[in-house]
Structure formats: C-alpha cells, structure tokens
RNA sequence: UGGCCUAUAGUAUAAUGGUAGUACAACAGAUUUUGGUUCUGUCUGUCUUGGUUCGAAUCCAGGUAGGCCAACCA
C-alpha cells in the first residue's frame, strides 16, 4: 500500500520539472551566511534542502555567503558545519561565495561594459534621498550618466584602494521608477577596506547579497534555490542579472520562514540574547539554535521530524513549542534509560525494615524500547530520598501518593504506608515515618494490595549527588518580536532553575554527553558539557506530559 | 496613497473542479508498578461578496485582513 501524502509547492515544481526534461538531476544550496549560530528555523531550510535532493535524487551543497567581511567569522563557519552534520546530513561540496570574488568582478565589468552599472559618487543619504518612497518614483543619481570608459576606469580604482569606504559605489543602471525598490539601481559593490575571514587583505571592494548569491547558484547549477519570504522581490533583480550576464539560469523559489512560540528566530536577536548576558553563550541550553538544543539533549531525529511535521508553505506562521516537545518525548521515549533521580528530597524511613539490611531489586531500563532494554539492580534500603512533593500533610481529592496512612508503591520495590512524619520548628516536613509490607515486593508480590500510586527513590547510603538544571521557555508570551517594546522585555525570569544537591541513582556518575535518559516522572535528561563524575550535572531537555498538573487544578 | 506575497479547526499542513482529511493541542474514557507510554472516542475549519459550473476550499472578479519592500546587511 503506498500512502499518498500531499507534495508540498517546491515538490510539486521539481515533480514538474523532472516530469518534463526540464532536468535531469535537481541541486539545491544551503547558503548560510557565517555571522552567527543556526538556529531551529535554519533547520527547517536544511531539511528542506537537503530532503529535496535525498527525495529526487541530485545533491546539496553547503555554501557560505561570505561578502560582509566585518561581520563573519571563521568561529560561525566551523559551528555551522558541525551544526548540519549532527542534523545528519551531508554536503557534497563545501563552498564559499568569497570563492568566487574574481569571477563577480568580471560579471561586474561585463555589466558596466553593457551599459548596465555604473559607478556612483553619492553618499549612502544621498541615495537613499534619491530613491523615493513605495509610492514615489525616485530621481536619477547625477553620477549616472557617465561613459562606459569612465566606469571602467573609477571601477578599477575602486578595487585598487584609491577610495574611502562609502565613497563610491557600483549601481545597476535599471530604473529609479520601478515599483519594485530593488530594481532602482541598486547597489552591487561597496567599498568596505577590511580583513575577510578568507580572502583576507585582497580585496577592498566587496559584492552585495543580489550580485552574490544568483551568481553563486549559477556558478554552481543550482536548479531550485530556495529561500525565505522576504526575497521576493529580490527575484526580479535575481533574474535580471542571470539574463544580463547571460549565465546558468538557477531560479528561485520562496517558502515562509518557520516561527515558534516562545523563543525568536532571528540571528541578530540571537547574538543581542548572547551580547547582554541574557543567556550564557550560544549553546545555552534554552537557546533555540541547533547547539543549544544539542546541549539541552535534543536529538536530530526529534528535529528532523518536527521540520517534516510542520511542512513547507508560504503562509505566516506561528507553529506550536507542543509540536516540537512531543517530537522530542516520542523519540526519547524509545531511546532514553529509565532512571530514579529525586531531585527535592525528603528522606522517608522504613521502620519496620531491619537496621543496617540492604537488598538490591530490579528495574527496567525501558519496556518501550525495541530490544526491550533489559533490566538493571538498584540498592534499596530502610532510608530513602523521595519526591517532596509526592507526600501531601491533607490530601486533595484523587491524590494516590504518599499522605499519612496512605499506601503506594516504590517503584520496583515494595509497598509502603505512611504512619507518621516530622516537622520542624518552621514547620517543613523533615522526614516521613512508613511500614513496608515484605510480602509486595516487585517480581513476587504476594501481599495481595494494591497500591493506586507509584513513587520513586533513591537509597540515601546508595545514591549520588548532582546537579540538575531545569530549563523553561525562554519567553513569557507567545511571540515577543510581537509585542510593545524590546523583545528581551519578555524574558521568562525563571528560565533556568538550577538544583545543585538533587540525588541520582550511583550509576548515573558514569554518565557521558550525549547520554539520553528519563529520570522517571520526571521527565528526560542528559549530561552537560559541565559534567564531571565528581561533579554530574544534568539538563533536563523536557518534563514528561503531565496530566495531574490538570487535574489538581480542578 | 504604489508593487508583491498570503488567507482551510486553537496551531501547522493535505485535499490539484467531485465525500473537507492528518498531526499537535484540548476534552472524555480504557490499560498501566512512571498521574509517563499505549489504545479508544469527542470537539472545533474553507476570510467575505458575487460570478463561471451539474458540482468550487480549488477557477474568475471585487472587497477585507495579515505580511514584505525605501541597509553601501544577508
């Protein structure tokens, strides 16, 4: 049975032109420009990309757009790279815009030599004056009349560092009139006397973006190259280049950026979070760029998926976090070690348990998983750290925990019942005084009761100590690029929570980066890059669904 | 007083002139040694007004709403 689902708009074009000869094999680009981290909107793209090419056959290539020298650095390359890798996908050629910095000088000079550039003396002010309004044509700039020859000659000496920044720059010679703002003459080339990540000293005259990029597909035989939105109209001036040059027509096609609640997905926003010390660096684990998500314990198959999900459209958006939690929890649920970690403790005894007696009993490491997972020992003993919040002093209705004469089950172990508890002078709970019924232990339990609740532990001579870090969103409303003001007025306060004497179960010591695990009821973990065996230290990547959170609230 | 893009449940996305579907979310229930997982069920939708057609979410026209465009950024 083949299962008919819907091609999205860019895959109904490449079916077409597939279908018709337009070509043979599709190559696609993802062009990232190096001053910044991606993020999970830049995953989206790169799926995209990437899966179109996978899907139809044909390849991808990895391409920095590198014609800002003052503003990308080699750091954002090598993250980037590392980035779509741990997405799980594959370049075929890794390639830089900056490569191709002769070619574009003589795409240039033929430009000039047609009649179609032309080299401009006004200031930035002066051409923004001249440039008129969406609803006003602009006015022609004096400079453009000048000779073929003159051009030639200012165009060379703009190369040759004869010039300021700012003082002159390359303009197509289009038509100040046009409805399309691009199209009145823009700007191709800027003088900016600075050191390029790669190029270095050469050069002190750089591409703009639209003299860039359409050549770089072309150069390339990019057959769909895909961007965000707010390129339309640059497609006009995309296309008037390619059929001026008279090279490699690439076309390109536009789908809508992807946004999420409560986080932003913009690089400058970004770099503004990491700039102020809003968070603590790029990776920062509430961060929404792929490293920070990386380091929060997200996987690239729960993010694969969450981009397959949402689809590919050009409509605004506005995607649900829900979407890409239950993405990540139904792919951890599969991979993740079930552990007990409590991570506010209160130490619960067991009164009629003989002193001093330990006993190990067994868990399962994770019934969901497809070799089943097996089971593990954990020790357990008359003195226990549990949950403080799984013991209620007057319970509310439907509540199957720890509350005094109440029964419930340590999980893997036995049954127990509340006979008393102990306050301190300020009235917090110290400590809870139970019973254990020998006869209910896990595996062979003979008591014949059942316990409605399940909790978990760790034996207090047995267990380790960590620390654990609990993430939330980052914003408190939906979209804060949205609201009135700055954004980073919306910043959740309580976006991190940091426990430092939680207790995990002793094996957890030896956990190592990249370990996935559920600490049960509690939700799934991993190690930080912060960790150490002396010093573990856990992100919790997401809770667990919680539907007693709801209930309780009735 | 311009040009361009878009409009399907709360959210995202299918249906390509022929029964408006799927996922997430929400709600109700079953199972459960995780109030997790799994399973079952329920709720909610074609922006609007006309037109073409036997038949329109789909094609056409006019509205309306939202977005983008006046960086020597990409």
Redesign the pocket.
Known sequence: MTEE?????IE?IIEEDLKNGKYRQIITRF?P?PNGYLHIGHASSICLNFGLTQKYGGYTNLRF?D??PV?EETEFVESIKEDVRWLGFEWKNELYASDYFDTLYQYAITLINKGLAYVDD???EE??AL?G???EPGKNSPYRGRSVHENLDLFERMRNGEFK?????LRAKIDMAH????MRDP?LY???HAHHHRTGNKWCI?P??DL??GQSDSIEKVTHSICT??????RELYDWLIEKLEIYPSRQYEF?RRNLTYTITSKRKLMQLVNENHVQGWDDPRMTTISGMRRRGFTPESIRDFCD????????????M??LE?CV??HL?KIAI?RMAVLDPVKLVITNYPKDQTEEVWSEN???AENNGGTRPVMFSGELWIEREDFMEVPVK????LAPGAIV?L??AYIIKCENYIKDKEGNITEIQCSYIPE????N?TSGIHAK????WVSTAHAAKAEVRLYDRLFTVENPTGEEGDFTRYINPNSLQIIKEAYIENSLKEAKEGNKY?F??KGYFTPDKDSTPEHPVFNRTVT?????V??SRK
Do not use: C
């Not at 920044?165 to 720059?169: C, L, R, V, Y």
């Not at 209910?440 to 595996?443: H, T």
């Open positions: 689902k819907g091609l999205n708009f109904e062009p420009e757009d014609t800002n503003t006004s200031s930035s051409i923004a440039k309004t969406p609803t920044d700012g003082s002159k720059t409805s399309n703002m691009l700007v800027r003088i900016k750089y703009m973006y860039a990029h939105l707010e390129f339309v109209p640059h809508a999900r949402i689809g590919v459209a050009k409509r605004e958006n506005m995607v649900d829900s979407l239950f929890r139904e649920n079930r994770n019934p969901e439907k509540w199957f925990r089950r999980k893997s209910s232990r896990s595996g339990d609740g399940t909790i978990h559920q049960i009821r667990l669904k919680d539907t007693w709801k209930e």
